[in-house]
């Protein structure tokens, strides 16, 4: 049986080529590497047995002008594997994000991707079907989960009366 640290260290081994580095994290191994080196990346890790992506994240590190773009794998077909999660993770320039797109390493990126693209604007270059997911084109040129999106709130008032309540209201 494999530990975390031995999967650590067979993991940097196989992709010591694309400067890999591992990032703290709770309860999974980050591996970061240079977006250049993302695909190949991946397709190291695809052999090494992690068959899917469990989901795509994205952080926005506002002051430092990146986004952070994480890959979360495990395997289905390895049981070693199957223990762990792995994130094979990027940076991205947050004024015109661009990484390329994973769905043809892993198919089960294709939504998560998209997801990306409509809530932080990331583009995922070389996406087989990369359209909007959940939200009208109007609130999702606002990139909702970035940290400068801005949520209109609504008063912890309650109203006595329907009327007063519909007329506070901007639907």
């Given at each position: 049986?494999?530990?975390?640290?031995?999967?650590?260290?067979?993991?940097?081994?196989?992709?010591?080529?694309?400067?890999?580095?591992?990032?703290p994290?709770?309860?999974?191994?980050?591996?970061?590497?240079?977006?250049?080196?993302?695909?190949?990346a991946a397709r190291k890790?695809?052999?090494?047995?992690?068959?899917?992506?469990?989901?795509?994240?994205?952080?926005?590190?506002?002051?430092?002008?990146?986004?952070?773009i994480?890959?979360?794998l495990?395997?289905?077909?390895n049981?070693?594997?199957?223990?762990?999660?792995?994130?094979?993770?990027?940076?991205?320039?947050?004024?015109?994000?661009?990484c390329?797109?994973?769905?043809?390493?892993?198919?089960?990126?294709?939504?998560?991707?998209?997801?990306e693209?409509?809530m932080?604007?990331?583009?995922?270059?070389?996406?087989?079907?990369?359209?909007?997911l959940?939200?009208?084109?109007?609130?999702?040129?606002?990139?909702?989960?970035?940290?400068?999106?801005?949520?209109k709130?609504?008063?912890?008032?309650?109203?006595?009366?329907y009327?007063?309540?519909?007329?506070?209201?901007?639907?």
């Open positions: 049986m494999v530990t975390a640290e031995e999967l650590q260290k067979s993991i940097l081994e196989a992709l010591k080529d694309y400067k890999p580095q591992v990032e994290s709770k309860g999974y191994i980050d591996v970061v590497v240079p977006v250049e080196h993302l695909v190949d890790l695809k052999d090494m047995g992690f068959d899917h992506v469990i989901s795509v994240g994205a952080v926005d590190y506002l002051t430092k002008k990146q986004l952070k994480m890959y979360h495990t395997s289905y077909l049981e070693d594997l199957s223990r762990f999660m792995v994130s094979l993770s990027t940076y991205v320039s947050r004024d015109n994000p661009h390329p797109s994973l769905t043809p390493v892993w198919l089960s990126a294709e939504f998560h991707e998209r997801e693209y409509e932080f604007g990331i583009t995922f270059d070389g996406h087989p079907d990369l359209r909007l959940l939200l009208t084109p109007v609130v999702a040129a606002l990139k909702p989960l970035r940290k400068d999106f801005i949520v709130e609504e008063s912890d008032n309650i109203e006595a009366d009327e007063g309540f519909k007329a506070t209201k901007w639907w």
